[in-house]
Structure formats: structure tokens, C-alpha cells
């Protein structure tokens, strides 16, 4: 009876034999787990490769292979065990054999490892963008992995995805220098870092944990000077070219050029495929060109319609990166807009009543150079900005027709009733008509909201016109230069 008692109650440890499979790309990392918590001092850890023995821990001391195939990329574990294997080879594929023994008896669990073989071999993925860009460092994962982003020395926690729970959080840094900044994709894995400065350089790892191993990547990031143009104003006709920062599109590169969210232009590299298109409404037919080395767009024959931010990603295997240029197409020429003859009768005159006509001219000149340096808004995304009526000796009166234009598109009225209607779209709520004086205000700006204000005053079957031309910067991204209260009247 008392042998039963000892059966029943004694501790019982099964041996097990289990196996996973792992694939890794070239230069990634990988860690096998033993799914301890804490070995025991009388635990005796070993893992073999193909049969040959990689690694052992034993009486809390730990000894490793001297394959030169594996010098200095193997790291045990001293509290739990887990083996990781650092900058994978393809040399690495074969049977990874963990087996565990203690005074309850011995476990074993098996690894077939899979080094995937990739042109990009670096353990280390380099990544250089610019000041004020946008960066996304890509992954893949699978259905129940967790994801943990780190950076720098310190590993310091930046994001974490927990597919089982539906979890996604980001965090600002010990520092607070990715405060909202930081996005994380749930879908992907992935981790953006939005109007990226030179404090966010340096090293982000980001682990991704299965049941059984745990895969590491590792990217070093660079941010250098921002480009010395991120607002580029253009006069009506000529050409004007955006750059994407590139000396040469790399095999895997895929560039993707959008106009106020519509795609006017696509590369992909691999498929040698280079397609400027019309968009949507046809406006670009034949004045787009891409540079096959570069990526770079040129817009020839430039309109006013072509106002507006343009938005450029280059992805890559390893990143993405997006870039904004805010561009302006201003009247033609830079002169008065007096013709010739306007001109010849100017200077005649001039001849005749000598130096108090060229105070005159030099006045209505000065007039006129105002009243263009009122041509451009430019704010900062989330601020409000007022369009306001200004007509040289017109005052808007109560039986006028009011209407806003955006690109073209009607987005407010004012009917001769004094009936307001908003047909505010993209803008959802965000518009308001001042019945008084005609203004337009838009809040809670978006740079979506970048480009051509068209105002029309009808009266008696005449009209009047105002154009007007918004810039909307990311926050903190307002290009030098450019100032934040003043408007485009013409």
C-alpha cells in the first residue's frame, strides 16, 4: 500500500518529442525556446545541429561548438535556456534537437529551420530618408504572433501588436521623441514613423514571437538634412519636376506618385512597368513624364489646377518611404499684366509729365505687388483658414449669388434668397459660409485640402472672381518662406 501511495503522488515527467517548423530569411535572426521559466541548478540544457551539439548548459555554466560555421552567432539563454542564432545563413537549414534533462527525467524538442535565401543578406537593413519624410520599416506575420518594436541602446519599448488579443499600443520613448509620431499595423506588423527628425536615427529591432521561437529583424535608420525644397512654386506654363530623393531605383522598388489621394503615376522595377496616367479627371492627358533612373515626375505645361500637395512612396522590401511636395502654379509671368500698348502709353506718358507720372506709376505698382503677395494661405495641419472677399470697390450685397469652387468642384452657395447650402464632401462638416461678407472658412485642416479656392460673386448676369491658393503642412512641416496668414486675391 504504501509503494501505491509513492506512485500515485510522486511527480510524473513524460518524455516528449515535438517538432516545429521555422523559416528565416538570410541575415535574419531566430530564437528557439525551451518554454522554461527558470532552468534548475540540477538541469543539464543541450541543443544539437544535425546530431552534432551546439550548445550546452550544465550546473549553471554554459558551453558552445567550435564550428567555425556558427562562430560568434550563437547566444544562450542562462535563465531559460532558449538558443538564438544570429544573422541566419542558408548554411543554418537542418534539424535543430533541444533536449532537457533534470532529476523528473528528459524532454526533447525538435526545430526544422529553413534559411530562406534572399537578395537583401545584410543582418542589419539600412535605412536612409529625410528630415520631415515619413518612414515605414516592414514586416510580415502570421495570424497569433506578437509583435514588440524596440529602439536604441537602451532596447526601449516603441510599439507592440498582440494578434490573439487584438492589441495594438504605441509609446512616446523614455524621452518622449516619438510622440505622435508612431503608427502600428495591425494587418502587417509594420511601424511608421511620421515627419521623422534626426533624434529618431539609429537602430529599431522588432521581434516576432510564435509559439515556440521568436524571429528578430533589425533596421538602422539614418535621417539626414530635409530637402532644401518641400514647397515649390511654379509660373503657369513651364515645367516643373519633384524629386524623390533617389540616385537609382533598386530591383525591388515600387513608386507610387498620388494628387490629392488619386495615383498619377506608378513604377515598379521588376516588372520594368513606368505608367504616368491622366487622373481622374483626365486633367494631366499627356503632361506627365516619369525618369526611369530616379523616379522623379515632371508636370510640363503647368496649370493652375495642378496647385496642390503631391505624395510620393517608394517601398522597398525592407521599408517605405513617403514623401509630400506642396506645389504652386502662380500667373503667368511676374509683371504687372499690363499689355504692350498698356505699356508703350505708360511710358509716353511718362515722357510727357516727367517724374510726378513716375510717382504715380511707382504707387499703382506697390498697389499691385500687394495685392499679389495676398495670393497664398498657408497653415498648419488643424488650424482654421479664413478665405475672404476682397474686390476692389464691390461690396457684396444681400441679392448676390455666392459660390466656393475647389478645384473645380462646387462646395458652397449662397442663393440669391440668402439660402446657404454646403456641399462639403471630403470636408465633412468642415465648412462654413459667413451670408454677411461671403467668406469661406475651413476648419480642422487636412493637406488634402491643398490647392485652388475659386470665389464667384454673381450679380445681374455679371460676375466677379476671386482665386485663391491653400497650402496645408503636416504639423511642424511648414517649409521656411512661407508665411501663415497670407491669401491669394486676384
Known amino acids: ?84 542564432i544570429t544573422n541566419i545563413k542558408t548554411t543554418d537549414s537542418g534539424e535543430y534537437k533541444l533536449k532537457i534533462t533534470s532529476i523528473r527525467g528528459s524532454s526533447e524538442k525538435t526545430f526544422s529551420v529553413n534559411g530562406v535565401a534572399s537578395a537583401d543578406r ?10 520631415g519624410d515619413s518612414v515605414t520599416l516592414n514586416t510580415k506575420i502570421q495570424r497569433d504572433d506578437v509583435i514588440w518594436w524596440r529602439f536604441g541602446p537602451q532596447n526601449s519599448l516603441v510599439a507592440e501588436i ?28 509594420s511601424l511608421t514613423i511620421r515627419n521623422i527628425g534626426k533624434n529618431h536615427s539609429g537602430v529599431y529591432e522588432v521581434d516576432i514571437s510564435r509559439s515556440r521561437y521568436t524571429i528578430h529583424k533589425t533596421f538602422s535608420v539614418t535621417v539626414s538634412d530635409k530637402d532644401a525644397v518641400k514647397s515649390v512654386l511654379v509660373t503657369e506654363g513651364e515645367s516643373v519636376t519633384l524629386n524623390t530623393s533617389l540616385t537609382e531605383i533598386k530591383t525591388d522598388d515600387e513608386i507610387l506618385w498620388k494628387f490629392r489621394g488619386n495615383h498619377i503615376a506608378e513604377i515598379i522595377k521588376a516588372d520594368e512597368k513606368f505608367h504616368p496616367y491622366d487622373g481622374p479627371d483626365g486633367r494631366f492627358r499627356g503632361r506627365l513624364k516619369l525618369d526611369n533612373q530616379t523616379g522623379s515626375l515632371t508636370i510640363t505645361n503647368t496649370r493652375f489646377t495642378d496647385s496642390g500637395d503631391y505624395e510620393v512612396t517608394i517601398s522597398g522590401s525592407k521599408y517605405t518611404v513617403h514623401k509630400r511636395i506642396s506645389v504652386t502654379v502662380t500667373g ?21 509729365f516727367g517724374a510726378a507720372a513716375a510717382v504715380i506709376y511707382h504707387r499703382r505698382r506697390t498697389t499691385e505687388l500687394k495685392s499679389k503677395m495676398l495670393r497664398m494661405q498657408s497653415v498648419t495641419e488643424g488650424a482654421s483658414v479664413p478665405l475672404i472677399p476682397l474686390f476692389r470697390g464691390i461690396k457684396i ?15 458652397a452657395e449662397r442663393g440669391a434668397d440668402g439660402k446657404i447650402t454646403l456641399h462639403d464632401g471630403m470636408f465633412n462638416g468642415r465648412l462654413e459660409l459667413d451670408n454677411v461678407i461671403g467668406s469661406l472658412i475651413i476648419k480642422d485642416t487636412k493637406p488634402t485640402d491643398s490647392g485652388p479656392y475659386e470665389l464667384r460673386v454673381i450679380r445681374a448676369g455679371h460676375e466677379s472672381l476671386n482665386t485663391f491658393t491653400v497650402s496645408v503642412y503636416d504639423n511642424g512641416n511648414n517649409p521656411e518662406g512661407m508665411p501663415l496668414t497670407d491669401v491669394n486675391v486676384s
Not at 122 to 131: G, L, P, R
Not at 169 to 181: A, E, L, Q, V
Not at 401 to 408: A, C, D, E, N, V
Open 1 to 84: 500500500m504504501k509503494n501505491a501511495l509513492i506512485l500515485v503522488f510522486s511527480p510524473l515527467f513524460l518524455i516528449g518529442v515535438f517538432g516545429d517548423e521555422v523559416s528565416v530569411k538570410e541575415g535574419e535572426s531566430v530564437t528557439l525556446r525551451t518554454i522554461l521559466t527558470e532552468i534548475q541548478s540540477s538541469d543539464v540544457i543541450e541543443w544539437r545541429f544535425n546530431g552534432a551539439r551546439l550548445a550546452k548548459i550544465s550546473s549553471g555554466s554554459e558551453s558552445f561548438t567550435t564550428d567555425v560555421a556558427f562562430m560568434d552567432r550563437l547566444q544562450l539563454d542562462k535563465q531559460t535556456g532558449d538558443l538564438k
Open 162 to 189: 498582440n494578434r490573439k488579443t487584438e492589441n495594438v499600443s504605441t509609446h512616446d520613448g523614455p524621452d518622449g521623441r516619438f510622440k505622435d509620431r508612431l503608427k502600428a499595423d495591425f494587418l502587417t506588423g
Open 397 to 411: 450685397l444681400k441679392d448676390d449669388r455666392i459660390q466656393w469652387r475647389f478645384g473645380g468642384a462646387l462646395i
Open 122 to 131: 545584410d543582418e542589419v537593413k539600412s535605412v536612409s530618408v529625410k528630415e
Open 332 to 352: 503667368s509671368g511676374s509683371g504687372s499684366g499690363l499689355s504692350a500698348g498698356a505699356v508703350a502709353g505708360i511710358v509716353a506718358f511718362l515722357l510727357v
